[in-house]
């Protein structure tokens, strides 16, 4: 009977020992739970500290990150925001260290060796940050800005060629429109606009109403002088535009890139459009008189270059208009009058005196005329309407 009570003893305590065997266990893995818990929390508040930063609330991003770390979050995501803000707070040597602690942690942060390529371009370490920047490429190729930061890092050392390489290298195959557009600029910076104009286009594609993608590409024809393309980009423009204000500026450029692509009638006609739009500036009405007078009718363009200078008296580019109009109707002493006028205008002096030697060429007075030729030759008189007007290459100005 007593072994039988110490046997049941001993069951009963083993059974004990059992229980707090489980016991223990089940506690600590509350524990393990709670803590686990407590840093997803800290990790899921971590990115909005980074969000704020964004928003431009460094204080409030400071705070975040400071709950962060009271709470005992430790790992190299905390770092690379705290570098993010302390060099907000213009704290740049102790950005660096937060940074390079990031690296220290974890080598493969990508965005640790961005940031500090992005810390070292800001104070203008140009060589050192394309050195971050590819390296975070490196490890991550597909966040193209990553990508877009070596190319542009590329460009603002000068080495142009190995930047657009690199973007069609590695941007091309991208499917985000504005990604491509950021290259596009790159390479536009770069001067290569036969790269941008395919970058844009490859943009445009893949959003067919961003207005500033067509804006940018506009540009690049422009800078090429393919005036013609430029006007067609803009004729787009056009039929995005929502407000008087988008259409008076299109049509602007618009009128602008018809005129120099010598399509004057177009250009008329877009001038014509912009004088309903905008009856305050007499700066459409000249257009009008400049058109007219590349279409050679000049009874049209003396009328509406009268018209510039009853609202902005003794208007230059309408003495121009009228003076060229003269000239064309063989009436050279009253052509001479009015460029005679504009021989003290710096911007219009060498078309003056060249139209004046044309002048006194067809009235034969040939010493005046070789003076006047003289003249005009040291100031360079490059006018698409001269060489209309005297029908004249351009290399021959």
């Known amino acids: 009977m007593d072994r039988k009570k110490s046997a049941i003893g001993v069951l009963a305590l083993t059974g004990l020992v059992l229980l707090a065997g489980c016991t223990e266990p089940q506690s600590v893995k509350k524990e393990q739970m709670r803590q686990q818990y407590a840093d997803n929390s800290l990790a899921a508040r971590l990115p909005m500290a980074g969000d704020l930063l964004n928003r431009g609330q460094v204080v409030q991003a400071r705070r975040t990150l400071n709950e962060c770390l009271a709470g005992g979050l430790n790992n190299p995501m905390v770092y690379v925001t705290d570098g993010r803000i302390l060099s907000a707070e213009g704290h740049i040597d102790q950005a660096y260290q937060a940074f390079e602690t990031a690296i220290a942690m974890d080598a493969e942060c990508d965005s640790a060796w961005f940031y500090m390529g992005a810390l070292k371009q800001s104070q203008g370490h140009h060589s050192e940050a394309l050195t971050y920047y590819q390296k975070a490429a490196q490890l991550k190729s597909s966040q193209f800005g990553y990508v877009l930061a070596v190319a542009d890092t590329l460009s603002l050392l000068d080495r142009c060629d190995e930047a657009t390489t690199y973007i069609y290298d590695n941007l091309l195959h991208s499917r985000d429109g504005d990604v ?31 207005t500033g993608i067509l804006d940018s590409l506009a540009g690049c024809y422009r800078l090429k002088n393919d005036w013609g393309a430029a006007a067609e980009t803009y004729e787009t423009l056009l039929k995005t535009a929502t407000s008087d204000a988008d259409r008076t500026a299109y049509l602007t450029q618009l009128a602008a890139c018809r005129f120099n692509a010598s399509q004057f009638q177009l250009a008329w006609q877009c001038y014509d459009k912009l004088t309903v739009l905008d009856r305050s500036d007499y700066h459409h009405m000249l257009g009008m008189a400049q058109s007219s007078l ?36 063989g009436q050279y002493e009253r052509a001479i009058r009015s460029f005679t006028k504009l021989i003290s205008n710096e911007r219009l002096d060498g078309f003056a005196w060249w139209m ?25 008189p490059d006018s698409l309407l001269l060489q209309r007007i005297v029908h004249e290459p351009t290399d021959a100005m």
């Open 180 to 210: 491509l557009a950021q290259a596009g600029s790159i390479a536009t910076r770069c001067g290569r606009m036969e790269e941008a104009i395919d970058i844009y286009k490859r943009a445009i594609a893949l959003n067919p109403r961003n």
């Open 294 to 329: 590349g279409m050679e009718l000049t009874e049209q363009a003396r009328q509406e270059a009268t018209r510039v200078l009853n609202v902005s008296r003794d208007n230059p580019d309408a003495i121009m208009v009228i003076g060229c109009a003269d000239f064309l109707d």
């Open 356 to 380: 004046t030697g044309h002048c006194h060429e067809q009235m034969g007075n040939t010493e005046r005329a070789a003076a006047a030729f003289q003249i005009a030759g040291t100031l360079r």
